[in-house]
């Protein structure tokens, strides 16, 4: 079974911190995303990576930042913590291939006080 | 961009009884490629079922199975035979390459005993 583990469950993080959430993944996977979870809103891409050092913009980038050094690992960053920033992340992979579904992580509950 | 619309926010149905979970999308493409994901409360989001638009054949893994309606740009779930452990929310998908996914809103699926 593919294994996607981001680091933390919860998480509290004071505004202006800068925040980072790690997500690993086991399976040899080439594409990894962020995304973020609110109620209403579904799930919205923040960044995607298709392959090491590779990153694209999702639908709502503004105030994030990722890096992807090797492949197994993906990382969300905040730069600078806002309030509107509190919300569910959830990190995903897949297989570079259109029909292969995405395997994600059990997310991790950021709150920014 | 594409969208995802599930037109549902929330849904209840009896335990055994079937039911079904509404999506419809919008886009101008031919071939691409639809999923449904479950969501338990505080659980992993997993793949449910699978749809490849080019297969005229809906898609069907044991209670669950597709309505798959392209020149409408429907694409629906019925659960049959529900089962407490149904209740969760779920979202429909759509990607065209399989390097960005669009998700819907998610619809709140609750099984009354």
């Known amino acids: 079974d593919v294994k996607v583990t981001q680091s933390s469950r919860y998480l509290v993080k004071r505004t202006g911190e800068k925040v980072f959430l790690e997500c690993v993944q086991d399976m040899d996977h080439e594409n990894m995303f962020w995304y973020r979870q609110d109620p209403g809103l579904g799930l919205r891409l923040i960044y995607f990576?298709?392959?090491?050092?590779?990153?694209e913009k999702g639908d709502i980038p503004e105030g994030y930042s990722v890096s992807r050094e090797k492949k197994e690992r993906f990382s969300l960053i905040l730069e600078s913590a806002s309030t509107n920033q509190t919300s569910m992340y959830l990190c995903a992979s897949s297989l570079q291939a259109p029909n292969q579904p995405q395997h994600f992580g059990d997310g991790t509950r950021l709150s920014i006080l | 961009a594409q969208t995802v619309t599930q037109s549902q926010p929330e849904m209840s149905v009896q335990e055994a009884e079937t039911v079904t979970l509404s999506c419809t999308y919008d886009t101008s493409e031919s071939d691409y490629y639809l999923f449904w994901y479950k969501q338990p409360p505080s659980r992993q989001m997993i793949l449910v079922i699978r749809?490849?638009?080019?297969?005229?054949q809906n898609a069907t893994e044991n209670r669950f199975s597709v309505n798959f309606q392209k020149a409408a740009k429907s694409f629906s779930l019925k659960i049959s035979d529900s089962q407490l452990g149904d209740a969760a929310m779920y979202f429909c998908?759509?990607?065209?390459?399989?390097?960005?996914?669009?998700f819907g809103t998610g619809t709140s699926l609750t099984v009354i005993p």
């Open positions: 749809q490849e638009a080019y297969k005229q």
């Open positions: 998908a759509y990607t065209l390459a399989g390097n960005q996914f669009y």
């Open positions: 990576s298709y392959d090491v050092k590779m990153k």
